[in-house]
């Protein structure tokens, strides 16, 4: 694949998404595409998949040339029409939001991994072969049978990778895809991306944190800004990095936080739950022996205790899969334990009412577009029933803390994912809990946002607050949390400070 990007603009935008940027992405070659929030790097992703400009009324000058074609644009507001069948034969691509690849009509994962293959008409046998591979490559095996709606964040975006690779492209391109993945899932997929190149496949990976594990292979990258390239090649684009947004490990701050107070804001004690039956319907099935383990009935949690004590901020870690999600979604009696006793600031999370834990609690979600359905940014922050809707002060303070002012009057989803994510958290903030729940908070955070998260959890803790926050970035973790509770087969891990 070769671009030539003159320019790209969004409808009615003030400013040009992307300008200046030629790229070149030989078979068989690793390009890491860098950039903070709003640099433009998702919008390469779309033009380089096919969906830019469409019929979005985008206007793009420039050219693309693959497989031995070329689509020309003029800039003009009636582009080229791409066939996308043809295109995804070439290129696959898994977004930042991992969720929105996976098709959600399919009973188990092995069916989703399935799906653009049957849409290819690749034969059963084939078929199998390539997913079993795939499973083997990224340890897939356990959830093959899983229903897609069970899985974590990290697991969603384990099988969107396997399920963009089996599709046999000579273009891979991943948005962020170590997001939200634990170490050992992270290896597993740079191992595949190595893998996929040593057969030919041209891998390019947009992302906002530089990960050695990729960085260290990459024939070429390219840092973005505003939507201009600003440093060509990995030692360039490292030392520009910062300055730009981008995450660098090894950069972050040290920990100075305050002791904690010594009442308790959030206890978890002998907490224990499993998956529930699911309900059974019929389904085709690829050949292969289901995992007992996958029906309904699997242990997640046992005997799972802790607590976060007032002006405390510890992190919640372990391996995806292993139920930080559910314990995070019982603080809010969204999950009933089924033994053991969950309370919040005083409250007995599986006796009160939602409304009343959410009088005192506030959970942010990992995807935003769980938490995001208002038409502009300040309504969204505003939203809330009459009686318990947050104050036009509070609701501008959380504007101000997530540096959101500006774009207060911008709807939510026409702001990068970065972005996004901090408006979700504003209207957690805009109620002044007591306790504060994050999912997995720094994920599509670039390095400028990580910073206001930093400083947004310093507030919170000196007011007062008790802060649980689900990561895998331990980094993140060290530098702004008292301690961390390791979870690990459904229990706290020995020495990681899971009790008090």
Not at 29 to 34: N, Q, R
Not at 81 to 97: C, F, G, I, K
Not at 401 to 406: D, E, K, M, V, Y
Not at 433 to 441: A, C, F, G, H, I
């Amino acid at each position: 694949m070769e671009l030539r990007i003159n320019s790209y603009r969004y409808p009615d935008a003030a400013r040009l998404a992307l300008s200046g940027l030629r790229l070149s992405v030989p078979p068989g070659s690793l390009t890491v595409v860098a950039g903070g929030a709003g640099s433009g790097k998702s919008t390469l992703a779309g033009i380089m998949a096919g969906y830019l400009p469409g019929r979005t009324g985008g206007r793009l000058d420039g050219s693309i040339r693959l497989a031995g074609q070329s689509v020309e644009y003029d800039g003009g507001g009636e582009p080229p029409v791409v066939d996308l069948r043809q295109w995804t034969r070439h290129v696959a691509y898994v977004p930042q939001d991992a969720r929105s690849y996976l098709s959600m009509i399919r009973s188990t994962v092995a069916e989703e991994l399935a799906f653009g293959l049957e849409n290819a008409g690749v034969p059963q046998p084939q078929m199998e072969a390539r997913i079993a591979d795939a499973a083997a490559r990224l340890q897939l095996g356990s959830l093959l049978q899983r229903d897609p709606a069970r899985l974590s964040g990290g697991q969603e975006r384990l099988v969107a990778i396997a399920a963009a690779a089996v599709c046999g492209a000579g273009v891979l391109v991943l948005d962020e895809p170590l997001a939200g993945l634990d170490a050992a899932a992270a290896a597993r997929v740079a191992g595949t991306i190595g893998r996929l190149r040593a057969a030919g496949t041209a891998v390019v990976v947009l992302t906002h944190t530089l990960v050695d594990a990729l960085a260290a292979d990459a024939g070429q990258a390219l840092l973005l800004r505003d939507g201009v390239p600003v440093a060509d090649g990995p030692d360039a684009v490292h030392r520009h990095a910062a300055k730009a947004g981008v995450v660098v490990p090894g950069a972050g701050p040290e920990a100075a936080l305050p002791a904690p107070r010594a009442a308790a804001a959030l206890e978890y004690r002998g907490v224990r739950y499993s998956y529930p039956e699911p309900a059974r319907r019929p389904r085709r099935r690829l050949r292969g022996r289901r995992d007992a383990a996958q029906d309904g009935g699997q242990p997640l949690l046992a005997d799972v205790s802790f607590t976060v004590a007032a002006g405390e901020c510890v992190a919640l870690t372990g391996p995806n899969g292993t139920g930080k999600t559910t314990l995070l979604k019982m603080a809010l009696g969204l999950i009933r334990p089924d033994g053991g006793i969950v309370r919040v600031a005083g409250l007995d999370a599986a006796a009160a009412a939602v409304g009343e834990l959410a009088s005192v609690a506030g959970l942010l979600f990992q995807n935003p577009a769980d938490q995001l359905f208002e038409r502009t940014v300040r309504r969204e922050v505003s939203f809330g029933p009459p009686r318990s809707r947050p104050a036009p002060d509070a609701v501008g303070e959380a504007l101000e803390a997530c540096g959101l002012s500006a774009v207060a009057d911008v709807h939510p989803y026409e702001l990068p994912a970065s972005q996004r994510r901090l408006v979700a958290l504003a209207t957690v903030l805009a109620r002044r809990p007591r306790v504060l729940v994050l999912d997995e908070p720094t994920v599509s955070l670039d390095g400028h946002g990580r910073a206001l998260l930093g400083r947004i959890l310093a507030d919170a803790v000196a007011r007062g607050a008790g802060v649980l926050l689900s990561t895998h970035d331990l980094e993140f973790a060290r530098s702004h949390c008292h301690r961390a509770v390791a979870l690990g087969a459904g229990v706290p891990a020995a020495g990681s400070g899971g009790g008090r």
